[in-house]
Each structure stands twice: as C-alpha cells, then as structure tokens.
C-alpha cells in the first residue's frame, strides 16, 4: 500500500508547493489532524480486509477492486505496446524545461517535489515503468469518479493529502524516502551501463 500511494503525495506536494492560498493548505492539514482517528480507522478496515482477502464482501470496495484491476491490466497492455498514457518529457531538454517551468511558479519548498525533479535520466525513463505509471492513472481515474459526484479540485487535493498522510501515519513510513529509492532504482535502471543514453532535445 505505501508504494501505490507516493502518487497521493504527489499531487498533494505540487499543488500545495504552488497554491497562493495559505490559509486554505493550513485548514486541509488542520481538518486532516482533528479527524485523524476517523480516517486511520477507514484505512485500517480496508488493510484488514485485503490482507484477509475479504474485499469481495464489501460491494464498494469490490467494484473499485474490478475496476482498478481492469485499468491496471489496460495500463500494462498500453505500456507494452509502448504507447504513452500521460505525457512524460521524453528528452533531457523537455525534463529541464518542465523542471524550470515548476520552479518558476513553486511558492513553498518541498523535499518530494525535489526529489521528483532531481533526476534527468528518471524523468525521460518513468514513462517506460508500469509500477510508477499504473498508480498515477488510477489516481487520474479516481479524479475521474469523485468529479462526477461534485468533488471540486481543492476537495480532490484534500482527498491526496488525507490518503497519503494516513498511509504514512499507518505504516510509519515517509512516502518521499520512497520516491528517493523509486527514482534512484528507475536511473539506474535506465543507466548507460544497461544498454540506454540519456535523449537530448532536438
């Protein structure tokens, strides 16, 4: 469960990094820290339930575990073919552009977004890698589902932050370490030494 929600942290720590209003960031982490309880508790039936293989018994739990496995499944199908899903700069030129582009309108420092932009080599590779990209488009698809019941964006980003930092709080791990070794295992995946050359632009 940790490593499927660094994308939770993910948009949380680029839309906070950038949102001009404080106040309103200060009342998701307040919101998220009064009903802690409440929200480890959700989490926890739900690790209960998977780790026993009873999520079939809860008819919501079940059709979003049909519906990821179905998307998960069409995800590394697409990626296989290799085709994109979402865009990923795909040379050392694009990664430094969209790089400078963040940076530019960042407000707040944030060690997940430097850790995410650290790497030319993982930023071009992460589009080839099915355990980063299948969990950024479940992401993309929960967006999806929680928009058509009214959820506005700031609502959305409240959701990321609650799901990452309760997984956090559960597991007593640190989402952004994990980055730091997916990014450092993705590079050096793709490293000259393996057979691949950085892209430039051009």
Not at 173 to 189: F, G, H, K, Q
Request: proline share 3%.
């Amino acid at each position: 469960m940790p490593n499927g929600s660094v994308s939770w942290k993910s948009h949380w720590e680029g839309f906070a990094s950038v949102f001009p209003n404080e106040e309103a960031l200060d009342r998701i982490r307040e919101t998220y820290a009064a009903r802690r309880d409440v929200v480890a508790e959700v989490l926890r039936e739900v690790r209960i339930r998977h780790e026993a293989d009873e999520i079939a018994e809860d008819p919501i739990l079940l059709a979003w575990r049909e519906l990821a496995d179905e998307y998960r499944s069409r995800t590394r199908t697409i990626l296989a073919e290799g085709r994109h899903l979402t865009y990923q700069p795909e040379t050392a030129e694009e990664a430094d552009e969209n790089r400078s582009s963040y940076f530019a309108a960042q407000r707040r420092e944030s060690d997940f977004t430097n850790a995410f932009w650290s790497n030319d080599r993982f930023l071009v590779s992460m589009r080839h890698e099915p355990a980063f990209l299948v969990p950024r488009v479940l992401t993309n698809l929960f967006y999806d589902l929680v928009s058509r019941v009214g959820l506005n964006a700031l609502e959305k980003m409240t959701l990321c932050h609650h799901a990452h930092r309760a997984v956090e709080d559960e597991f007593d791990v640190d989402l952004t370490e994990i980055l730091e070794s997916s990014v450092e295992r993705i590079a050096n995946r793709h490293a000259p030494e393996n057979g691949e050359t950085l892209a430039a632009g051009g």
